[in-house]
């Protein structure tokens, strides 16, 4: 029988811990590698109608202390470096994993070692690889983490923070560029649509996504103006 949460079981903190992972709290086990912290959190939720049953679900995440001090201090929001365990095998998925209140011990450890053996086999090996920041920049520009559309936001500080400002600015500068052209063909067609049918409600909860990158390079650009000597 599981009687608490499955991150506070002995056999599954005992591996974990053989894999460099310490328990945090309820949620997340961490682990320090090279240049950033690694962590593995659990979420999960109950459904299909089924009592006393819980769903877990892992997502592990690659934070580096410096990267989001900096995030801080510019006062912006960006990108997570983290995907769902499933995502990490050879064939990716969405994978959850479902243990009753009153689970056997073998059902709780073979969940257990199921997550330990995704975790070691798959997660480790890219955690450590882009644990780097240079590693991390390079596999970003490469479209090597495909789990995330874009990294829009985070890569500029990540330049800034390797020492390269100048190509902070020049990327922002042609993304921006880019959502402009694409934000303009937009309201061209809505404005087109409208005119068709009548109504001025048509494009008005249009994607802002070019309106929030727009103010993210504000204030970026902002806190280069105020840091100007920041390498």
């Avoid at 979420?43 to 995440?61: D, L, Q, R």
């Avoid at 990490?88 to 070692?113: C, Q, S």
């Avoid at 052209?181 to 005119?195: D, G, M, Y």
Wanted: charged share 25%; hydrophobic share 35%; with cysteine.
């Amino acid at each position: 029988m599981i009687k608490n949460y499955i991150t506070y079981n002995y056999q599954l903190n005992k591996k974990l811990k053989g894999l460099g992972f310490k328990r945090k709290n309820k949620n997340s086990f961490i682990r320090k590698h090279e240049e950033a912290i690694q962590s593995l959190c659990w979420g999960h939720y109950t459904s299909y109608g089924e009592p006393h049953v819980k769903y877990y679900s892992i997502t592990a995440y690659i934070d580096f202390p410096v990267v989001d001090k900096k995030v801080k201090d510019i006062g912006v929001i960006v990108e997570s470096i983290g995907q769902g365990l499933g995502y990490f095998m050879p064939v990716p998925g969405y994978k959850e994993w479902r243990l009753a209140d009153d689970a056997t011990e073998t059902e709780v450890e073979t969940v257990i070692n199921e997550i330990v053996t995704i975790t070691e086999l798959y997660v480790i090996p890219f955690l450590n690889k882009y644990s780097l920041l240079k590693n991390l920049i390079i596999g970003i520009e490469n479209n090597e983490l495909k789990f995330c559309m874009n990294f829009k936001c985070l890569l500029p500080i990540l330049y800034l923070v390797n020492g390269q400002r100048d190509k902070a600015c020049l990327y922002m500068e042609e993304t921006l560029n880019k959502m402009k052209a694409i934000h303009a063909v937009r309201i061209n067609e809505n404005k087109k649509l409208q005119e068709l049918y009548g109504t001025d409600n048509i494009g008005m909860n249009m994607n802002k996504t070019f309106e929030n990158y727009k103010m993210y390079v504000e204030k970026f650009n902002g806190y280069l103006h105020d840091n100007i000597s920041e390498d």
